[in-house]
Structure formats: C-alpha cells, structure tokens
C-alpha cells in the first residue's frame, strides 16, 4: 500500500495480456520504494505465469512516469545502491523478460520514467505524452539504462544534444527520432495497444521470447556471432510444436492456435 492507501502498482490480466499500471497518479506515478518493489514483484509473477503472454506497461492519471520520488525521505541509501538494487533490476527484469513489453506512454515520462519507456520492446505514446530528460536539471547523469538505449534508438550525436541540452521531447519528434513506434491521440491510445497486444498475444510465444532474446544479443555481438545464434534459436524454435502448428495452418489454409509448446 502507498502513504495514501492506494496500491501503488495495479496488475490486471485477461486474454494472455498482463496491464500493469504505475499507480501514483498525484506524484505523476514517480518511483518510490513500494512503486519500485511492486514493479519487481510483478515481473517476476508474470514471467513465471505461462497464461501471460503480453504485457503492457502504463501510468494512471495524466503521467506515465515521473522518474524518481524526488520527494522520497532518503534512508542514507546513496544514489549507487539504490541504482545497483532497485532500478537496474527492473530494468534488467523488463529486457530479460521472455515477453514482449509494450509500453503506453499516457502521458510524460522523465528522468527514469524514460528509462523505463526505452527498456520496453515496444512503445505506443499518446500524443499529449512528452519525454524529459530531467537528470541534467538536478545535476544527476542519465541512469537506469538510459545512456545504453537512447543512442541506439537516436545516434549518439542525437543522444549527446538530448542528455546535454534536454528540451522536453514530444510525442511527434520521439515518433520522428525513432524513441516511439507509433504516437496516437490519446483517446485512441488503450485500444491501440490493446489491439497489438492482442496480436502479439495469438502470436507463437516461444518463437517471439527467441526473437527478444536475439534482439537483445545482436545490439552486443558481430555478424557471425548472430549468425551463429539466429541458427541455434532457430534449432530450437524449429523443434516446438507451435512450428508444427504453424506449418499445418498454413497447408491448411487456416489461422494457428499457438498453445506455447
Ligand atoms: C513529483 C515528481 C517526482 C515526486 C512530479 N517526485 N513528485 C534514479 C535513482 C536514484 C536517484 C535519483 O534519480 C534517479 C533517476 C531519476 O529519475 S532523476 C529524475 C527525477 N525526475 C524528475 O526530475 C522530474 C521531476 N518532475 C518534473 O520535472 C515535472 O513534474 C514534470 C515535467 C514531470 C511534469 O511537470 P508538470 O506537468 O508541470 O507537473 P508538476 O510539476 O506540477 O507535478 C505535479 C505533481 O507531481 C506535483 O505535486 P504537487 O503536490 O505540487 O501537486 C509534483 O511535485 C509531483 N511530482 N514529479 N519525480
């Protein structure tokens, strides 16, 4: 429970997709240790639960996420331990995680609000959200994953002007520069990524927890050593039933029933 009562992070799940919702809408869903905990515990329970296949992440309110309880009475913690402890694995858990991620970006998200967004697969934004890179402002560097995804997303002379002189960046120039897959109105945003959810949800789970696991190891490694694991994973997916599955629908000109196996 939050200081006010409330259940600081929502979980709701139907039809294989997991919603999870940062739920401090009046601190503009800011990280506070029992957001933070919540946020953990939840990608452990839908990792481990095989009628999930999807998840999405969302802010309530008018936010997505406002990075950081800058409010949050310290504990003598330093910044490096609670990075170490609570923010790196969350954001080790969301890229880890054998599911896609689809991030709806209600509305701003700054400081490791961003962070969070850009450690998703995917990300859908309203377009009244806004990204603010509000680190520089309270003389604090980038973190949370942050200077490892925003120059592979944008370039790094595009991620230096951004951590240097971080005007907030709209939902339209985040769509422009590649940080969001699509921008929507925000009356439209829940049942747009509802309806990609539910796609990915009829989707072969196994062969797309390959392919994230893939994604995640071509941005480290040479051409032949992605070569070589594309082969592996694929030996792997070629062996499920879920192939099996696939290769009869399409003789039978039928759409798969993708049962994960
Ligand atoms: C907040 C917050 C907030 C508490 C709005 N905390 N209450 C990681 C590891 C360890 C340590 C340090 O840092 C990090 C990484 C980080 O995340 S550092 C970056 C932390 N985040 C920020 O610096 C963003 C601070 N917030 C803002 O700049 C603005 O609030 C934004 C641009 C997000 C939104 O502006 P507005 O739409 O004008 O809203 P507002 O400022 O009026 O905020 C509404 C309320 O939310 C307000 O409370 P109040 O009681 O006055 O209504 C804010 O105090 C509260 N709030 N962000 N991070």
């Known amino acids: 429970m939050s200081e006010s009562g409330a259940v600081p992070l929502l979980t709701e799940i139907a039809d294989g997709v997991a919603t999870l919702t940062l739920n401090r809408p009046e601190a503009l869903n800011a990280l506070n240790r029992p957001l933070k905990d919540g946020l953990l515990d939840a990608l452990r329970r839908v990792a481990r639960d095989r009628d999930v296949r999807v998840v999405v992440l969302t802010g ?123 921008a929507v109105p925000g009356s439209h945003l829940m049942a747009e990524v509802g309806g990609l959810a539910a796609r990915l949800a009829s989707a072969a789970p196994r062969a797309m927890a390959l392919a994230k696991r893939a994604l995640n190891r071509s941005l480290e490694v040479d051409l032949e050593a992605a070569l070589a694991y594309e082969a592996s994973l694929q030996g792997i997916a070629g062996a499920t039933a879920d192939h099996q599955e696939g290769l009869a629908a399409f003789r039978e000109k039928r759409s798969p029933r993708f049962r994960g196996e």
């Open 60 to 182: 309530a309110g008018r936010a997505f996420c406002a990075g950081q309880d800058l409010r949050e009475q310290g504990d003598g913690t330093s910044l490096a331990v609670e990075l170490r402890e609570r923010y790196n694995p969350l954001i080790l858990g969301l890229r880890r995680l054998e599911k896609p991620v689809i991030a709806a970006v209600n509305g701003v998200a700054a400081g490791a609000g961003v962070s969070l967004a850009l450690a998703c697969d995917l990300r859908i934004a309203a377009e009244e959200a806004s990204f603010v890179l509000a680190f520089g402002r309270i003389g604090l560097v980038p973190d949370s994953g942050l200077t490892w995804f925003l120059p592979r997303l944008v370039g790094p002379a595009r991620a230096a002007e951004l951590f240097f002189a971080p005007d907030p960046i709209s939902a339209q120039e985040a769509l422009r520069l590649g940080i969001v897959n699509r």
